[in-house]
T-cell receptor, first 113, second 109 residues
Framework: NAGVTQTPKFQVLKTGQSMTLQCAQD?????MSWYRQDPGMGLRLIHY???????DQGEVPNGYNVSRSTTEDFPLRLLSAAPSQTSVYFC????????????FGPGTRLTVT | DAKTTQPPSMDCAEGRAANLPCNHS???????VYWYRQIHSQGPQYIIH???NNETNEMASLIITEDRKSSTLILPHATLRDTAVYYC??????????FGKGTRLHILP
């Protein structure tokens, strides 16, 4: 199993550009989530999904959209990038909602200029 | 308000046991204690969790006090690869994970 994969690893955007961060898992997990991590801070939850077709907001959802059309994929869209969205983004998946045994991807480092 | 309090950093000699404390004095009866760690530039990694009893797995041991107001994560024989930020999380089984700032553990050669 590849586990949780994220692409791209690195990305530079200009203010106002849009892009999609990809996340995929091959463990047949129902629960998937997106976090961002800023320097010196812990991870903050952006959006999560408890199954295909179901998404909900986390702590810091503004400026981000998600959808979950399949169990495997959970893309994160930035509609109009802002410098405040410069961060490292992590995707995670688990067999159930909650803190138990979440598997995290390697992260995408995004810089918005 | 943070549910847990952890020291910002700790040192441990390689080969010794690393004991990482966590205070969670407001924990409620159905909340679990979870530990994750994050090695530099990688995604967090689940380590262990417990409710009341002490727990052990291939990575670590978790000791929870009888009143459940604090716990200790023990890495029995720390190696350089254990250098990471360790997060203690208190949550119900279906809660979203809320990460604090964790403890930065330095393993010294």
């Amino acid at each position: 199993n590849a586990g949780v994969t994220q692409t791209p690893k690195f990305q530079v955007l200009k203010t106002g550009q849009s892009m999609t961060l990809q996340c995929a898992q091959d463990m047949n997990h129902e629960y998937m989530s997106w976090y961002r991590q800023d320097p010196g801070m812990g991870l903050r939850l952006i959006h999560y999904s408890v199954g295909a077709g179901i998404t909900d907001q986390g702590e810091v959802p503004n400026g981000y959209n998600v959808s979950r059309s399949t169990t495997e994929d959970f893309p994160l869209r930035l509609l109009s990038a802002a410098p405040s969205q410069t961060s490292v983004y992590f995707c995670a998946s688990s067999s159930r909602q909650g803190p138990y045994e979440q598997y995290f991807g390697p992260g995408t480092r995004l810089t918005v200029t | 308000d943070a549910k847990t309090t952890q020291p910002p950093s700790m040192d441990c000699a390689e080969g010794r046991a690393a004991n990482l404390p966590c205070n969670h004095s407001t924990i409620s009866g159905n909340e679990y204690v979870y530990w994750y760690r994050q090695i530099h530039s990688q995604g967090p990694q689940y380590i262990i969790h417990g409710l009341k009893n002490n727990e052990t797995n291939e990575m670590a041991s978790l000791i929870i006090t009888e009143d459940r107001k604090s716990s200790t994560l023990i890495l029995p024989h720390a190696t350089l690869r254990d250098t990471a930020v360790y997060y203690c999380i208190v949550a119900n089984r279906d809660d979203k994970i809320i990460f604090g700032k964790g403890t930065r553990l330095h393993i010294l050669p």
